[in-house]
């Protein structure tokens, strides 16, 4: 033990490595994947630290060349659930009694190695599995992913500092706890670093979790795992319940130990588990904690004045519409455009799209890969066929084309609506098909007003202007609209530490993933009042005669 008011590391965002060529990164990501490409792997339940296998298994296969099996997937099942339940709580308080410095130093472990060793590992494994770029991999398997690690280790710590005042006479105290049994982390597909957060940022405030991640995302996870043990996390603290979404949910949920959920997804997934919690309300040990961060319809929006920004403007509507094939929660989708600017924006947007590859990921000038699934690819698909038969309603201004002959490829798509609440314009999408509406300059504020009425979401969003006074009334109309707004950018790309991410309304409970703020979730005050000079009498001086 350390006799010490011990202080972690100031954390400081890490470093983007650009792998251009002729760099040393470039040249051991590509090593990296030609291995992990020629392996076949089996991914298991990990509950305890044991790698459990089991009867029921999935197939993980490379997104843009779906004949690529990457590896074997034994999927959980009621019983593996409930071992892990009991696993977790066995080592629960044995967990929590561990002193933050060394919680701390553990996590802070994993983001040297993540920085270092893992960081081609973690690049190509979400590169492969989940079809990234070396670009869009760097910046969330790795950077995010460090940024989390080590800024949430800061923010607890100053949470932790958080003490209330003490009078003369007494010592007062805020012992932060755990919450009471576990916490559910549910993972999505797009992002790494999400889903190793999910779990990671409870078990440093001193929960024990079991972790979902997506099964179209656990050929990285299973590396987040891998990573954490090596990095000398205890056994079961976070154990891994990889399958389909019920079978594994259900039981959880039924627990009378569910002491909070952690999730990135769907709104009806987040919806449909928030239902489940209130029914079974009076069976919890406690009220559980309900974290979600799920749909957005995001929007850039721009002013006549961006007119001499144009390049920038359309720069944010292609990288924000189509990068990671606009399956980031955070991905523009819908475009507000005003007719003055509009005839010089069409074909500058229409060049940069064209010029935009697609393809393998492993080949380091595409600029996209694939789609994550079939399944996406058929919902994408059926967008591009509304969009097909429109009539005046749609007019497809790039792209439009879909190949599954090799992988799930969906070419980057932007549709003219000339109607506001046409469904591309209202209904989250999750791939590379751009809405794009153009208004009468006139109409600036009314269609400011559309924009927050248009979606049910509230998560990014964008707005361009060179006039102050317009960017004003854009951040006063729009105020309600985004939990992470942008002026003059596109509504990608939160940094930890910088903007704090999440939004209300139908996106989530904005919680602020990336901030102290998220950790507060994870606690469970207790107020300590220590008197040092407690009374002898039981009468009260107004008592007096």
Request: aromatic content about 8%; glycine content about 6%.
């Amino acid at each position: 033990m350390i006799n010490a008011n011990v202080r972690v590391p100031t954390p400081q965002n890490e470093p983007i490595l650009s792998h251009a060529p002729g760099t040393p990164e470039r040249a051991e990501l590509q090593a990296t994947l030609k291995r992990m490409a020629s392996e076949q792997i089996e991914i298991p339940i990990v509950i305890g630290g044991k790698r459990i296998k089991s009867n029921k298994t999935d197939t993980v296969r490379m997104p843009h060349k779906h004949s690529h099996v990457l590896a074997t997937l034994h999927e959980a099942d009621a019983s593996h659930v409930e071992q892990a339940i009991q696993t977790a709580l066995s080592v629960k308080d044995e967990w929590a009694r561990m002193p933050f410095a060394e919680r701390a130093a553990i996590f802070l472990r994993a983001a040297e190695l993540l920085a270092t060793r893992y960081r081609p590992i973690l690049n190509a494994s979400t590169m492969l599995g989940q079809s990234k770029t070396a670009h869009q991999a760097e910046i969330d398997a790795a950077c995010e992913a460090i940024d989390f690690l080590r800024y949430n280790v800061h923010f607890a710590q100053e949470l932790l500092s958080q003490q209330p005042v003490s009078p003369a006479q007494t010592w007062n105290m805020m012992d932060y706890r755990p919450l009471d049994g576990f916490v559910f982390a549910v993972a999505p597909f797009n992002f790494t670093s999400i889903a190793m957060n999910l779990a990671v940022t409870p078990a440093l405030m001193g929960n024990v979790v079991l972790f979902k991640p997506s099964n179209t995302a656990a050929y990285s996870n299973w590396y987040v795992m891998e990573l954490l043990r090596e990095a000398g996390l205890p056994d079961g603290v976070i154990n891994m319940l990889p399958g389909d979404g019920p079978t594994v949910g259900n039981p959880v949920l039924a627990s009378p130990h569910l002491g909070g959920i952690h999730f990135t997804g769907s709104t009806p997934t987040f919806q449909s588990m928030w239902r489940t919690v209130g029914e079974n309300i009076a069976r919890y040990k406690q009220y559980p904690r309900l974290v979600g961060e799920t749909g957005g319809k995001d929007f850039i929006f721009a002013h006549p004045s961006a007119a001499d920004d144009l390049d920038a403007l359309a720069t944010a509507i292609v990288r924000g519409g189509y990068e990671y094939q606009g399956q980031k929660c955070s991905a523009a989708s819908r475009i507000y455009v005003p007719e003055s600017i509009w005839p010089k924006l069409k074909p500058r947007l229409q060049e940069m799209i064209a010029e935009l590859r697609m393809g393998d990921i492993t080949d380091f000038r595409n600029f996209m890969g694939a789609v994550i699934d079939e399944k996406s690819f058929k919902r994408t698909s059926s967008y591009i066929e509304l969009a097909k038969n429109g009539g005046s309603e749609a007019t497809i201004l790039a792209g439009g084309e879909a190949d599954r002959s090799e992988g799930w490829f969906i070419k980057p798509t932007l549709v003219q609506l000339s109607n506001p609440r046409h469904r591309i314009m209202q209904e989250e999408i999750f791939a590379p098909v751009v809405g794009l509406y153009v208004y009468p300059d006139a109409k600036f504020e009314e269609t400011l007003r559309e924009c927050d009425a248009c979606a049910t979401y509230a998560l990014t969003g964008a707005v361009f202007a060179r006039d102050r006074k317009a960017i004003s009334t854009m951040m006063s109309e729009l105020r309600h609209t985004a939990g992470n707004f942008y002026i003059n950018d596109k509504p990608t790309g939160a940094v930890v530490g910088q903007q704090p991410f999440g939004g209300s309304r139908a996106s989530g409970t904005n919680d602020k993933a990336g901030s102290m703020l998220n950790l507060v979730r994870w606690t469970s005050p207790r107020t300590i009042k220590e008197n040092f000079v407690p009374p002898t009498r039981v009468p009260y001086p107004y008592m007096n005669p």
